[in-house]
């Protein structure tokens, strides 16, 4: 991440350094809160889904 892109732009500043880490951080906080929203909802449904009866073509 942020420490492979600093080696291969050493001319890069400190501060822009920090503002492409708070980028990156923000993404994955993001990701994560997608992630819990979604496996919160699945939780929800959960027991319908358990209930519902199986899906036939015949």
Do not use: C, W
Not at 2 to 20: A, G
Not at 46 to 58: D, G, K, V
Request: net charge neutral; charged share 20%; no cysteine.
């Amino acid at each position: 991440m942020i420490y492979s892109y600093q080696s291969s732009h050493p001319d890069i500043s400190v501060y822009d350094q920090l503002q492409q880490l708070q980028a990156e951080f923000n993404e994955v906080k993001n990701e994560n809160k997608i992630l819990k929203i979604s496996g919160r909802l699945l939780l929800e449904r959960a027991p319908q889904l358990i209930t519902m009866r199986p899906y036939s073509n015949t």
